[in-house]
T-cell receptor, first 113, second 115 residues
Framework: NAGVTQTPKFQVLKTGQSMTLQCAQD?????MSWYRQDPGMGLRLIHY???????DQGEVPNGYNVSRSTTEDFPLRLLSAAPSQTSVYFC????????????FGDGTRLSIL | AQKVTQAQTEISVVEKEDVTLDCVYE???????LFWYKQPPSGELVFLIR??????QNEISGRYSWNFQKSTSSFNFTITASQVVDSAVYFC????????????FGKGTKLSVIP
């Protein structure tokens, strides 16, 4: 099993460009989430999904879109990249109940120039 | 809303010393879950432990131990006889009963173990 796979691992964008960060999991987990990690800030939730076709906003959703057409995939879209979106992005998946740990991908390091 | 405070931003210890990482949480839920994750220099997040709000038993796993005290809303993590491989950023986090999709993280404690 691959677990949670994120692509790409690194990306540099120019301000105003758009891109999609990919996330796929092969554990048949219902829940998937996107976090961003900034220095000294810990991880903050961007968007999450509790199942195919269901998504919702987290703590810092502005500037990002998500969709969940399949159980396996949960892409994160930046519509018009801004320097403030320079960060490390983590995708995570987990089973339904609150006591289940989230399994994280290796992260995508994104720089916006 | 939940909140996790890790007051120690950075800690340095000499190898073989014991070290305790502090975690204080805030929640209005009566049922909640607490987690510790490790982020080594390579950057991935590694799950270490989960505790339920209704189980205050301390837990030991090898050189790692966790002390959960509801009275002080704390979930501290102790590494005994630290090793260089323990150097990492450690995050404490909490989630609510309704679902594990939303972890609230502390800002992390960077632990450096000096040989």
């Amino acid at each position: 099993n691959a677990g949670v796979t994120q692509t790409p691992k690194f990306q540099v964008l120019k301000t105003g460009q758009s891109m999609t960060l990919q996330c796929a999991q092969d554990m048949n987990h219902e829940y998937m989430s996107w976090y961003r990690q900034d220095p000294g800030m810990g991880l903050r939730l961007i968007h999450y999904s509790v199942g195919a076709g269901i998504t919702d906003q987290g703590e810092v959703p502005n500037g990002y879109n998500v969709s969940r057409s399949t159980t396996e995939d949960f892409p994160l879209r930046l519509l018009s990249a801004a320097p403030s979106q320079t960060s490390v992005y983590f995708c995570a998946s987990s089973r339904g109940q609150g006591d289940q740990p989230q399994h994280f991908g290796d992260g995508t390091r994104l720089s916006i120039l | 809303a939940q909140k996790v405070t890790q007051a120690q931003t950075e800690i340095s210890v000499v190898e073989k010393e014991d070290v305790t990482l502090d975690c204080v949480y805030e929640t209005r839920d009566t049922t909640y879950y607490l987690f510790w994750y490790k982020q080594p220099p390579s950057g991935e997040l590694v799950f270490l432990i989960r505790r339920n709000s209704f189980d205050e038993q301390n837990e030991i796993s090898g050189r790692y131990s966790w002390n959960f005290q509801k009275s002080t809303s704390s979930f501290n993590f102790t590494i005994t006889a630290s090793q260089v491989v323990d150097s990492a950023v450690y995050f404490c986090a909490t989630s609510i009963r309704a679902g594990s999709y939303q972890l609230t993280f502390g800002k992390g404690t960077k632990l450096s173990v000096i040989p």
